[in-house]
């Protein structure tokens, strides 16, 4: 739980420009990968390998939101006082989430890892960077998951 008298941390993180890059690298490297793999082997072999990693590839990224207008997409955040997160997707839902331990805090940016409390088994990752995130809320939030997460036991350990 966060301290009582720390107010509640809103976030708008729609646009996330670090994800969409590093989903497009992702999609290149699935595609390209197993032509440079299995040059040995016929071209029709090398485009069907490719096309099946690159279809696998950007169904997920497109299930997880980090590419498309995929309504799974986290929009804004908020980190109550209670320690409790909301989590806003891109169609309106909004969920309670838990902060996971395998967040990550470091200069400029945060990976964030957020699980439902209604489905364990989901996780949400969010990567935010200074100059895409208001810097101050950004700062704030860094703080705030120093200070707080530790002694709180707000984090929780990833389902298996």
Do not use: Q
């Not at 964030?112 to 995130?133: G, H, I, N, Q, W």
């Amino acid at each position: 739980m966060s301290s009582p008298s720390s107010p509640a941390l809103n976030l708008d993180v729609a646009y996330r420009p670090a994800e969409a890059w590093i989903a497009r690298a992702g999609l290149a490297l699935a595609m390209l990968g197993p032509c440079f793999v299995l040059a040995s082997h016929p071209l029709p072999t090398r485009a069907v390998v490719s096309t099946v990693l690159g279809v696998i590839v950007a169904l997920g990224l497109l299930k997880c939101g980090w590419v498309g207008a995929s309504a799974n997409r986290i929009v804004s955040l908020a980190w109550l006082s209670d320690g409790r997160w909301l989590v806003r997707h891109r169609d309106g839902r909004t969920r309670e989430c838990e902060l996971c331990l395998n967040s990550r805090i470091l200069a400029g940016w945060v990976w964030l890892r957020l699980r439902p409390v209604d489905a364990p088994r989901r996780v949400y990752s969010l990567l935010l960077l200074t100059p895409r995130v208001a810097p101050d809320s950004l700062r704030r939030l860094i703080v705030r998951l120093r200070l707080d997460v530790p002694r709180s036991g707000a984090a929780v350990a990833p389902a298996r």
